[in-house]
T-cell receptor, first 109, second 115 residues
Framework: RKEVEQDPGPFNVPEGATVAFNCTYS??????FFWYRQDCRKEPKLLMS???SGNEDGRFTAQLNRASQYISLLIRDSKLSDSATYLC??????????FGQGTILTVHP | EAGVTQFPSHSVIEKGQTVTLRCDPI?????LYWYRRVMGKEIKFLLH????????ESGMPNNRFLAERTGGTYSTLKVQPAELEDSGVYFC?????????????FGPGTRLLVL
């Protein structure tokens, strides 16, 4: 079983749509939770950290459920520029990151 | 401010040869990480330096891989001898501290192809 599992996708949505990604993790000792974005042939870039209370950054909302070991990302009003691979990432107390395989999102006109 | 840089951007070598990858972290970042993505798989942790010391090398696949960070600045990752399964993208990341919420900034990666 993978340590971090994500919806495999790909997701193809029209501009303006709302799309949700889900992720589960197996290590209950995980300390930190993130969503990274990776454009084609580029490096991963932090999209947002995820907190138990849930957090929002513009059109992006992330949720964490520690009891269920579940993380989600909601993107509202999708833009063409949101097309990318979204990586669910879990961290230990010393900074080691464990990545999910990523979910490909394509937003079309 | 310059980001994390990696050299070379691409490397194509034959099985059995040696390759050395270099990473320059963001200036002032004590923490440096190496990760790897092989085709069709997720990005995986290789090791973590704090300054010049190896904090965690649990992800290093075998003794053909040697990482160094002399002087606590840039780091090198040497693969000797390279095997076909070493092909992939090698990412380096750096962060200022080791608190668990610290952001890791990734370099553009080195694409290694072993023929």
């Amino acid at each position: 079983r993978k340590e971090v599992e994500q919806d495999p996708g790909p997701f193809n949505v029209p501009e303006g749509a709302t799309v949700a990604f889900n992720c589960t993790y197996s290590n209950s000792a995980s300390q930190s939770f993130f969503w990274y974005r990776q454009d084609c042939r580029k490096e991963p870039k932090l999209l947002m950290s995820v907190y138990s209370s849930g957090n929002e950054d513009g059109r992006f909302t992330a949720q964490l459920n520690r009891a269920s070991q579940y993380i989600s990302l909601l993107i509202r009003d999708s833009k063409l520029s949101d097309s990318a691979t979204y990586l669910c990432v879990v961290g230990t107390s010393y900074g080691k990151l464990t990545f999910g395989q990523g979910t490909i999102l394509t937003v079309h006109p | 401010e310059a980001g994390v840089t990696q050299f070379p951007s691409h490397s194509v070598i034959e099985k059995g040869q040696t390759v050395t990858l270099r990473c320059d972290p963001i200036s002032g970042h004590d923490n440096l990480y190496w990760y790897r993505r092989v085709m069709g798989k997720e990005i995986k942790f290789l090791l973590h330096f704090v300054k010049e010391s190896k904090q965690d090398e649990s992800g290093m696949p075998n003794n053909r891989f040697l990482a160094e960070r002399t002087g606590g600045t840039y780091s090198t990752l040497k693969v000797q001898p390279a095997e076909l399964e070493d092909s992939g993208v090698y990412f380096c990341a750096s962060s200022q501290g080791t608190t668990y919420q610290e952001t890791q900034y990734f370099g553009p990666g080195t694409r290694l192809l072993v023929l």
